[in-house]
Protein backbone atom coordinates (compact mmCIF):
# COMPACT_ATOMS: atom_id res chain seq x y z
CA UNK A 1 0.00 0.00 0.00
CA UNK A 2 1.40 3.19 -1.10
CA UNK A 3 1.92 6.20 1.89
CA UNK A 4 -0.79 8.01 -0.52
CA UNK A 5 -3.21 5.55 -0.06
CA UNK A 6 -2.19 5.32 3.32
CA UNK A 7 -2.93 8.68 4.08
CA UNK A 8 -6.48 8.37 2.14
CA UNK A 9 -7.57 5.52 4.54
CA UNK A 10 -6.71 7.74 7.47
CA UNK A 11 -8.12 10.91 6.78
CA UNK A 12 -11.64 8.76 5.55
CA UNK A 13 -11.51 7.16 9.21
CA UNK A 14 -10.69 9.81 10.86
CA UNK A 15 -12.78 12.81 9.65
CA UNK A 16 -16.18 11.43 11.02
CA UNK A 17 -14.86 10.70 14.01
CA UNK A 18 -13.35 13.94 14.50
CA UNK A 19 -16.66 15.53 14.01
CA UNK A 20 -18.29 12.82 16.17
CA UNK A 21 -15.57 14.24 19.03
CA UNK A 22 -16.99 18.01 18.59
CA UNK A 23 -20.35 16.92 18.33
CA UNK A 24 -19.91 15.77 22.26
CA UNK A 25 -18.07 18.80 22.86
CA UNK A 26 -21.37 21.10 21.65
CA UNK A 27 -23.42 18.67 23.90
CA UNK A 28 -21.24 20.18 27.16
CA UNK A 29 -21.47 23.90 25.60
CA UNK A 30 -24.89 23.70 24.93
CA UNK A 31 -25.75 22.61 28.51
CA UNK A 32 -23.82 25.44 29.65
CA UNK A 33 -25.25 28.42 27.31
CA UNK A 34 -28.83 27.30 28.12
CA UNK A 35 -28.23 26.85 32.10
CA UNK A 36 -26.39 29.88 32.08
CA UNK A 37 -29.68 31.42 31.52
CA UNK A 38 -30.92 30.28 34.91
CA UNK A 39 -28.15 32.44 36.44
CA UNK A 40 -24.37 32.46 38.13
CA UNK A 41 -25.57 29.39 40.96
CA UNK A 42 -26.76 26.72 38.28
CA UNK A 43 -24.05 27.71 36.25
CA UNK A 44 -21.73 27.21 38.84
CA UNK A 45 -23.41 23.78 40.45
CA UNK A 46 -22.95 22.21 36.64
CA UNK A 47 -19.93 23.31 35.95
CA UNK A 48 -19.33 21.15 39.55
CA UNK A 49 -21.28 18.61 38.80
CA UNK A 50 -19.82 17.54 35.54
CA UNK A 51 -16.41 18.29 36.32
CA UNK A 52 -17.05 15.32 39.00
CA UNK A 53 -18.73 13.44 36.12
CA UNK A 54 -15.79 13.45 33.55
CA UNK A 55 -13.66 11.91 35.84
CA UNK A 56 -16.17 8.79 36.14
CA UNK A 57 -16.72 9.44 32.07
CA UNK A 58 -13.10 9.07 30.85
CA UNK A 59 -13.43 5.48 32.39
CA UNK A 60 -16.05 4.68 31.20
CA UNK A 61 -14.21 5.45 27.97
CA UNK A 62 -11.12 4.33 28.26
CA UNK A 63 -12.70 0.51 29.46
CA UNK A 64 -15.14 0.74 26.58
CA UNK A 65 -12.28 1.08 23.73
CA UNK A 66 -10.68 -2.24 24.16
CA UNK A 67 -13.76 -3.31 22.09
CA UNK A 68 -12.49 -1.08 18.97
CA UNK A 69 -9.08 -3.29 18.32
CA UNK A 70 -9.39 -6.40 19.34
CA UNK A 71 -12.60 -6.28 16.70
CA UNK A 72 -10.40 -4.52 14.05
CA UNK A 73 -7.46 -7.32 14.89
CA UNK A 74 -10.07 -10.03 14.00
CA UNK A 75 -11.42 -8.21 11.20
CA UNK A 76 -8.09 -8.25 9.73
CA UNK A 77 -7.48 -11.20 10.08
CA UNK A 78 -10.85 -12.06 8.67
CA UNK A 79 -12.06 -13.81 11.85
CA UNK A 80 -15.94 -12.74 11.53
CA UNK A 81 -16.78 -14.98 14.34
CA UNK A 82 -14.39 -13.66 16.89
CA UNK A 83 -15.13 -10.27 16.17
CA UNK A 84 -19.11 -11.46 16.96
CA UNK A 85 -17.64 -12.43 20.42
CA UNK A 86 -15.87 -9.12 20.85
CA UNK A 87 -19.06 -6.94 20.74
CA UNK A 88 -21.57 -9.85 22.38
CA UNK A 89 -18.90 -9.87 25.56
CA UNK A 90 -18.27 -6.59 25.21
CA UNK A 91 -21.70 -5.28 25.12
CA UNK A 92 -22.05 -7.64 28.60
CA UNK A 93 -19.05 -6.22 30.27
CA UNK A 94 -20.04 -2.68 29.73
CA UNK A 95 -23.61 -3.16 30.54
CA UNK A 96 -22.50 -4.08 33.94
CA UNK A 97 -20.05 -1.61 34.08
CA UNK A 98 -22.86 1.21 33.31
CA UNK A 99 -24.74 -0.27 36.22
CA UNK A 100 -21.30 0.74 38.46
CA UNK A 101 -21.08 3.87 37.61
CA UNK A 102 -24.50 4.75 38.85
CA UNK A 103 -23.87 3.13 41.99
CA UNK A 104 -20.50 5.48 41.43
CA UNK A 105 -21.71 8.32 40.88
CA UNK A 106 -24.69 8.28 43.57
CA UNK A 107 -21.83 7.27 46.06
CA UNK A 108 -19.58 10.65 45.29
CA UNK A 109 -22.67 12.74 45.15
CA UNK A 110 -22.45 12.53 49.17
CA UNK A 111 -19.20 13.66 49.27
CA UNK A 112 -19.24 17.11 47.36
CA UNK A 113 -19.22 19.06 50.36
CA UNK A 114 -15.59 18.34 50.85
CA UNK A 115 -14.55 20.20 47.96
CA UNK A 116 -15.54 23.49 49.91
CA UNK A 117 -18.06 24.65 47.51
CA UNK A 118 -21.02 27.32 48.67
CA UNK A 119 -24.20 25.42 50.14
CA UNK A 120 -26.44 27.17 46.92
CA UNK A 121 -24.08 25.32 44.71
CA UNK A 122 -24.12 22.03 46.70
CA UNK A 123 -28.01 21.70 47.26
CA UNK A 124 -28.12 21.90 43.08
CA UNK A 125 -24.89 20.07 41.86
CA UNK A 126 -25.72 17.14 44.00
CA UNK A 127 -29.33 15.99 42.49
CA UNK A 128 -27.68 16.62 39.23
CA UNK A 129 -24.94 14.49 39.22
CA UNK A 130 -27.32 12.07 40.56
CA UNK A 131 -29.61 12.73 37.64
CA UNK A 132 -26.51 12.42 35.27
CA UNK A 133 -24.95 9.35 36.63
CA UNK A 134 -28.20 7.46 35.43
CA UNK A 135 -27.01 7.97 31.65
CA UNK A 136 -23.95 5.76 32.07
CA UNK A 137 -25.77 2.72 31.27
CA UNK A 138 -26.62 3.64 28.07
CA UNK A 139 -23.55 5.26 27.46
CA UNK A 140 -21.90 1.98 27.85
CA UNK A 141 -24.43 0.16 25.32
CA UNK A 142 -23.75 2.73 22.73
CA UNK A 143 -19.65 3.34 23.57
CA UNK A 144 -20.06 -0.47 22.73
CA UNK A 145 -21.65 -0.27 19.72
CA UNK A 146 -20.03 2.69 18.25
CA UNK A 147 -16.74 1.18 19.08
CA UNK A 148 -17.67 -2.38 17.39
CA UNK A 149 -18.67 -0.67 13.93
CA UNK A 150 -15.77 1.68 13.96
CA UNK A 151 -13.68 -1.36 14.52
CA UNK A 152 -15.08 -2.82 11.15
CA UNK A 153 -14.08 0.57 9.67
CA UNK A 154 -17.60 2.37 10.14
CA UNK A 155 -17.44 5.47 11.71
CA UNK A 156 -19.81 7.42 9.73
CA UNK A 157 -22.64 6.00 11.90
CA UNK A 158 -21.62 7.35 15.41
CA UNK A 159 -21.31 10.85 13.66
CA UNK A 160 -24.99 11.19 12.62
CA UNK A 161 -26.13 9.66 15.87
CA UNK A 162 -24.16 12.60 17.84
CA UNK A 163 -25.09 15.33 15.14
CA UNK A 164 -28.91 14.11 16.13
CA UNK A 165 -28.30 14.13 19.35
CA UNK A 166 -27.08 17.19 19.56
CA UNK A 167 -30.72 18.45 18.13
CA UNK A 168 -32.41 16.28 20.97
CA UNK A 169 -30.31 17.46 23.70
CA UNK A 170 -31.10 21.50 22.54
CA UNK A 171 -35.17 20.53 22.33
CA UNK A 172 -34.96 18.41 25.26
CA UNK A 173 -32.97 21.37 27.58
CA UNK A 174 -35.76 23.55 26.09
CA UNK A 175 -38.79 21.54 27.45
CA UNK A 176 -37.39 20.39 30.33
CA UNK A 177 -34.76 23.37 31.43
CA UNK A 178 -37.49 26.24 31.61
CA UNK A 179 -40.78 24.30 31.47
CA UNK A 180 -42.18 24.28 27.76
CA UNK A 181 -44.87 22.46 26.09
CA UNK A 182 -46.60 21.76 29.57
CA UNK A 183 -43.83 20.36 30.98
CA UNK A 184 -42.80 21.82 34.72
CA UNK A 185 -39.90 23.71 35.00
CA UNK A 186 -37.47 21.74 36.37
CA UNK A 187 -33.80 24.11 36.23
CA UNK A 188 -30.76 22.51 36.39
CA UNK A 189 -32.44 19.05 36.73
CA UNK A 190 -33.81 19.42 33.82
CA UNK A 191 -30.75 19.37 32.03
CA UNK A 192 -29.65 16.54 33.46
CA UNK A 193 -32.69 14.64 32.48
CA UNK A 194 -32.04 16.02 29.05
CA UNK A 195 -28.82 14.28 28.84
CA UNK A 196 -30.10 11.20 29.95
CA UNK A 197 -32.50 11.16 26.96
CA UNK A 198 -29.65 12.07 24.60
CA UNK A 199 -28.12 8.88 26.11
CA UNK A 200 -31.01 6.49 25.35
CA UNK A 201 -31.81 7.59 22.13
CA UNK A 202 -27.81 7.23 21.25
CA UNK A 203 -27.74 3.93 22.60
CA UNK A 204 -31.58 3.32 20.60
CA UNK A 205 -30.01 4.67 17.49
CA UNK A 206 -27.07 2.54 17.40
CA UNK A 207 -28.38 -0.88 18.74
CA UNK A 208 -30.89 -0.54 15.80
CA UNK A 209 -28.19 0.50 13.45
CA UNK A 210 -26.27 -2.73 14.41
CA UNK A 211 -29.54 -4.79 14.10
CA UNK A 212 -30.85 -3.73 10.85
CA UNK A 213 -28.16 -3.46 8.51
CA UNK A 214 -27.38 -6.36 6.70
CA UNK A 215 -23.23 -5.83 6.71
CA UNK A 216 -23.57 -6.82 10.53
CA UNK A 217 -25.65 -10.16 9.87
CA UNK A 218 -22.50 -12.23 9.89
CA UNK A 219 -21.00 -11.19 13.19
CA UNK A 220 -24.36 -12.42 14.05
CA UNK A 221 -23.99 -8.90 16.91
CA UNK A 222 -26.91 -9.48 19.71
CA UNK A 223 -29.50 -12.14 18.94
CA UNK A 224 -26.68 -15.32 19.10
CA UNK A 225 -25.86 -14.55 22.35
CA UNK A 226 -24.63 -17.75 23.58
CA UNK A 227 -22.81 -18.05 26.95
CA UNK A 228 -20.11 -15.85 29.04
CA UNK A 229 -16.59 -16.38 27.07
CA UNK A 230 -14.22 -16.08 29.93
CA UNK A 231 -10.96 -16.15 27.52
CA UNK A 232 -12.48 -12.83 25.71
CA UNK A 233 -13.96 -10.89 29.29
CA UNK A 234 -10.39 -11.71 30.26
CA UNK A 235 -8.88 -9.69 27.09
CA UNK A 236 -11.64 -6.83 27.47
CA UNK A 237 -10.73 -6.14 30.84
CA UNK A 238 -6.71 -6.46 30.56
CA UNK A 239 -6.86 -3.62 27.72
CA UNK A 240 -9.54 -1.95 29.26
CA UNK A 241 -8.76 -1.26 32.19
CA UNK A 242 -5.54 0.05 32.03
CA UNK A 243 -6.98 2.14 29.21
CA UNK A 244 -9.13 3.81 31.61
CA UNK A 245 -7.32 4.41 34.39
CA UNK A 246 -4.55 6.19 31.86
CA UNK A 247 -7.45 8.37 30.46
CA UNK A 248 -8.64 9.17 34.44
CA UNK A 249 -4.48 9.35 35.35
CA UNK A 250 -4.55 11.84 32.25
CA UNK A 251 -7.92 14.20 32.89
CA UNK A 252 -6.95 14.53 36.55
CA UNK A 253 -3.41 15.94 36.13
CA UNK A 254 -5.07 18.58 34.04
CA UNK A 255 -8.27 18.79 36.96
CA UNK A 256 -5.07 19.27 39.35
CA UNK A 257 -2.94 21.90 37.21
CA UNK A 258 -6.30 23.90 37.36
CA UNK A 259 -6.33 23.93 41.51
CA UNK A 260 -2.45 25.03 41.25
CA UNK A 261 -3.87 27.96 38.85
CA UNK A 262 -6.20 28.56 41.68
CA UNK A 263 -3.36 29.04 44.28
CA UNK A 264 -2.62 32.03 41.97
CA UNK A 265 -4.84 33.42 41.84
CA UNK A 266 -9.03 34.44 39.43
CA UNK A 267 -6.90 35.94 36.80
CA UNK A 268 -4.60 32.95 36.42
CA UNK A 269 -7.32 30.28 36.60
CA UNK A 270 -9.71 32.35 34.00
CA UNK A 271 -6.48 32.59 31.55
CA UNK A 272 -5.57 28.86 31.97
CA UNK A 273 -9.65 28.38 31.09
CA UNK A 274 -9.23 30.37 27.79
CA UNK A 275 -6.08 28.91 26.81
CA UNK A 276 -7.32 24.99 27.59
CA UNK A 277 -10.83 26.12 25.99
CA UNK A 278 -9.01 27.14 22.74
CA UNK A 279 -6.54 23.92 22.79
CA UNK A 280 -9.22 21.30 23.34
CA UNK A 281 -11.16 22.21 20.20
CA UNK A 282 -7.33 21.12 18.09
CA UNK A 283 -7.54 18.14 20.06
CA UNK A 284 -10.85 16.57 19.28
CA UNK A 285 -9.60 16.60 16.03
CA UNK A 286 -6.23 14.86 17.08
CA UNK A 287 -8.86 12.08 18.99
CA UNK A 288 -10.33 11.44 15.69
CA UNK A 289 -6.41 10.74 13.72
CA UNK A 290 -5.76 8.49 17.04
CA UNK A 291 -9.00 6.83 16.76
CA UNK A 292 -8.24 6.26 13.08
CA UNK A 293 -4.64 5.05 13.49
CA UNK A 294 -5.80 2.87 16.49
CA UNK A 295 -8.32 0.97 13.85
CA UNK A 296 -6.00 0.39 11.26
CA UNK A 297 -2.89 -0.21 13.18
CA UNK A 298 -4.96 -3.34 14.53
CA UNK A 299 -6.49 -4.60 11.22
CA UNK A 300 -2.36 -4.70 10.31
CA UNK A 301 -1.57 -7.01 13.41
CA UNK A 302 -4.76 -9.09 12.63
CA UNK A 303 -2.99 -9.46 8.87
CA UNK A 304 0.61 -9.43 10.86
CA UNK A 305 2.43 -7.37 8.74
CA UNK A 306 4.83 -5.51 10.53
CA UNK A 307 5.69 -3.04 7.51
CA UNK A 308 2.05 -1.73 7.32
CA UNK A 309 1.86 -1.26 11.06
CA UNK A 310 4.27 0.95 10.85
CA UNK A 311 3.18 3.12 7.95
CA UNK A 312 0.19 2.88 9.49
CA UNK A 313 1.38 4.67 12.66
CA UNK A 314 3.43 6.81 10.78
CA UNK A 315 0.64 8.28 8.99
CA UNK A 316 -1.19 8.98 11.56
CA UNK A 317 1.76 10.68 13.72
CA UNK A 318 2.18 12.42 10.31
CA UNK A 319 -0.66 14.03 9.28
CA UNK A 320 -1.41 14.77 13.70
CA UNK A 321 1.76 16.92 13.51
CA UNK A 322 1.22 18.65 10.52
CA UNK A 323 -2.42 19.61 11.82
CA UNK A 324 -1.21 20.43 15.23
CA UNK A 325 1.89 22.63 13.55
CA UNK A 326 -1.30 24.60 11.78
CA UNK A 327 -2.55 25.01 15.69
CA UNK A 328 0.37 26.16 16.68
CA UNK A 329 0.52 28.79 14.19
CA UNK A 330 -2.72 29.92 14.62
CA UNK A 331 -2.17 30.22 18.69
CA UNK A 332 1.13 31.95 17.82
CA UNK A 333 -0.30 34.33 14.92
CA UNK A 334 -3.46 35.16 16.54
CA UNK A 335 -2.33 34.61 20.53
CA UNK A 336 -4.27 38.49 21.44
CA UNK A 337 -7.56 38.08 19.41
CA UNK A 338 -8.08 34.84 20.70
CA UNK A 339 -8.56 35.67 24.39
CA UNK A 340 -10.71 38.55 23.68
CA UNK A 341 -13.58 36.23 22.20
CA UNK A 342 -14.18 35.48 25.68
CA UNK A 343 -13.65 37.87 28.11
CA UNK A 344 -13.09 41.80 27.94
CA UNK A 345 -11.26 42.09 31.18
CA UNK A 346 -7.44 43.03 30.06
CA UNK A 347 -5.81 41.72 32.67
CA UNK A 348 -6.86 37.93 31.73
CA UNK A 349 -6.41 38.36 28.07
CA UNK A 350 -3.17 39.64 28.45
CA UNK A 351 -2.29 36.40 30.26
CA UNK A 352 -4.12 34.32 28.54
CA UNK A 353 -2.26 35.59 25.18
CA UNK A 354 0.99 34.44 27.01
CA UNK A 355 0.01 31.16 27.77
CA UNK A 356 -1.07 30.56 23.95
CA UNK A 357 2.77 30.73 23.22
CA UNK A 358 3.31 27.50 25.81
CA UNK A 359 -0.33 26.30 23.91
CA UNK A 360 1.66 26.04 20.88
CA UNK A 361 3.79 23.88 22.12
CA UNK A 362 1.69 21.99 24.41
CA UNK A 363 -0.54 21.09 20.65
CA UNK A 364 2.36 19.37 19.20
CA UNK A 365 3.50 17.09 22.46
CA UNK A 366 -0.34 16.60 22.83
CA UNK A 367 -0.74 15.55 19.49
CA UNK A 368 1.76 13.05 19.39
CA UNK A 369 0.97 11.53 22.67
CA UNK A 370 -2.23 10.91 21.87
CA UNK A 371 -1.10 9.33 18.85
CA UNK A 372 1.38 7.51 20.54
CA UNK A 373 -1.14 5.87 23.01
CA UNK A 374 -3.47 5.40 19.96
CA UNK A 375 -1.60 3.18 18.03
CA UNK A 376 -0.20 1.41 21.17
CA UNK A 377 -3.74 0.50 21.78
CA UNK A 378 -3.95 -1.04 18.10
CA UNK A 379 -1.28 -3.31 19.76
CA UNK A 380 -3.18 -4.17 22.47
CA UNK A 381 -0.38 -2.51 24.31
CA UNK A 382 -1.93 -0.59 27.03
CA UNK A 383 -0.26 -1.59 30.52
CA UNK A 384 3.57 -0.29 30.04
CA UNK A 385 1.94 2.83 28.14
CA UNK A 386 -0.42 3.35 31.66
CA UNK A 387 2.84 3.31 33.47
CA UNK A 388 4.37 6.10 31.03
CA UNK A 389 1.31 8.32 31.44
CA UNK A 390 1.46 7.82 35.34
CA UNK A 391 5.48 8.99 35.09
CA UNK A 392 5.32 11.63 32.49
CA UNK A 393 1.56 13.43 33.86
CA UNK A 394 2.16 12.88 37.83
CA UNK A 395 5.76 12.61 38.10
CA UNK A 396 6.99 14.83 35.57
CA UNK A 397 4.73 17.43 34.29
CA UNK A 398 2.70 18.40 37.38
CA UNK A 399 6.04 18.33 39.71
CA UNK A 400 7.49 20.40 37.12
CA UNK A 401 4.74 22.42 36.49
CA UNK A 402 4.77 23.91 40.28
CA UNK A 403 8.66 23.92 40.33
CA UNK A 404 8.38 26.31 37.28
CA UNK A 405 5.78 28.52 38.50
CA UNK A 406 5.58 28.72 42.03
CA UNK A 407 9.71 27.87 43.16
CA UNK A 408 10.94 29.40 39.77
CA UNK A 409 8.19 32.08 40.47
CA UNK A 410 6.58 31.85 36.43
CA UNK A 411 3.34 31.68 37.45
CA UNK A 412 0.68 30.51 35.38
CA UNK A 413 3.37 30.16 32.67
CA UNK A 414 5.10 27.74 34.86
CA UNK A 415 2.40 25.26 35.10
CA UNK A 416 2.02 25.05 31.17
CA UNK A 417 5.61 24.38 31.02
CA UNK A 418 5.26 21.41 32.87
CA UNK A 419 2.34 20.59 30.60
CA UNK A 420 4.59 20.56 27.73
CA UNK A 421 7.25 18.94 30.02
CA UNK A 422 4.62 16.22 30.93
CA UNK A 423 3.07 15.67 27.73
CA UNK A 424 6.56 15.71 25.74
CA UNK A 425 7.96 13.06 27.82
CA UNK A 426 5.11 10.81 27.04
CA UNK A 427 4.97 11.67 23.59
CA UNK A 428 8.35 10.44 23.20
CA UNK A 429 8.32 6.68 25.29
CA UNK A 430 4.65 5.93 23.86
CA UNK A 431 6.17 6.20 19.90
CA UNK A 432 9.81 4.69 21.05
CA UNK A 433 7.62 1.80 22.33
CA UNK A 434 5.83 1.41 19.40
CA UNK A 435 8.58 1.02 16.81
CA UNK A 436 10.06 -1.22 19.43
CA UNK A 437 7.23 -3.37 19.73
CA UNK A 438 7.00 -3.61 15.98
CA UNK A 439 10.60 -5.24 15.91
CA UNK A 440 9.85 -7.60 18.83
CA UNK A 441 6.46 -8.86 17.75
CA UNK A 442 7.24 -8.33 13.95
CA UNK A 443 10.84 -9.25 12.69
CA UNK A 444 12.47 -8.07 9.69
CA UNK A 445 12.30 -11.29 8.09
CA UNK A 446 8.53 -12.48 9.00
CA UNK A 447 7.10 -9.02 7.55
CA UNK A 448 8.90 -9.66 4.71
CA UNK A 449 7.17 -13.05 3.92
CA UNK A 450 3.82 -11.50 5.67
CA UNK A 451 1.04 -11.47 2.76
CA UNK A 452 -0.25 -8.19 1.23
Given at each position: ??P???????????????????G????S???????????T????A?????S??????????G??????P?????H?S?D??E???????????N?L???????????????L????????????????????G??F?????F???????E???W??????????????N??????L?????????????????????V??????????????????????P???????????????????I????????E????????????W????????H?????????????I?????????????????????????????A???A??L????A?T????????P?L?V?N??????????????????????M???????????T?????M??????????G???????G??????????????????T?A?????????????????????A????
Open positions: MTREHLRQTVVLAVPVSIGQLHVMLVTDSLMVGRLGVPLAASLGHVFVLLLVLAVISSAITLTAIAGGHDAGIVFRQGLLITIGALLIAAAWGVSHFGWLGQPESVLRLATPYLRIMFSLPMMMLSARNFIGLSTRPAMVIIILANGVVFGNWVIYGNLGMPALGLNGAGYSSLLELFSAAAIIVFVLRDRRFVRYQLLQFRSINRRMIRRLLRIGPSGLQYLFAGSFSFSAIMMGIGATALAAQIAISLASVSFMILGISHAGTIRVAHAVGRRDGGEIRMAGMTAGLLAMSLALFVLFRDQLTYNDSVTQLASGLLIFAALFQLSDGQAIGHGVLRGMDVTVPFIAIIAYWMILPSGYVFFLLEMGARGIWLGFVAGLTAIFFHLRFHRLIRRRFPPDEAQSPR
